[in-house]
């Protein structure tokens, strides 16, 4: 099966950058789309940002869009989510997920998950 494993994480003062890495071992990444998501204490978890496998589309969460860019590098077996301007109320742990197929990108699709790696953006 699948393994998920993110990184980048840590402690950032408003308005810093962050770049989270998702490296898969086991699988790759081929065939599939890749999304983000978070969720804060006592919140729901949210879906950050998903791309399909060509790399050609992406979904951005109102909240975080033009501060973020997803991306992948499918030779690398990586995905990547780069944070800019950040802000408290982005503070969460944010988890990699694969989807099942090349497209689908609604919640539901995606199956497959990390462990997480903390954000926290201090004001």
């Known amino acids: 099966q699948v393994q998920l494993v993110e990184s980048g994480g840590g402690l950032v003062q408003a308005g810093g950058s962050l770049r989270l890495s998702c490296a898969a071992s086991?699988?790759?990444?081929?065939?599939?789309?890749m999304g983000w998501f978070r969720q804060a204490p006592g919140k729901e978890r949210e879906r950050v940002a998903t791309?399909?496998?060509?790399?050609?589309?992406?979904y951005y969460a109102g909240s975080v869009k033009g501060r973020f860019t997803i991306s992948r590098d499918n030779a690398k077996n990586t995905v990547y989510l780069q944070m800019n301007s950040l802000k408290p109320e982005d503070t969460a742990v944010y988890y990699c997920a694969r989807s099942t197929g090349p497209e689908k990108s609604g919640l539901a699709d995606f199956v497959s998950w990390g462990q997480g790696t903390q954000v926290t953006v201090s004001s």
């Open positions: 086991g699988r790759t990444f081929n065939g599939y789309a």
């Open positions: 791309i399909t496998w060509s790399g050609k589309s992406a």
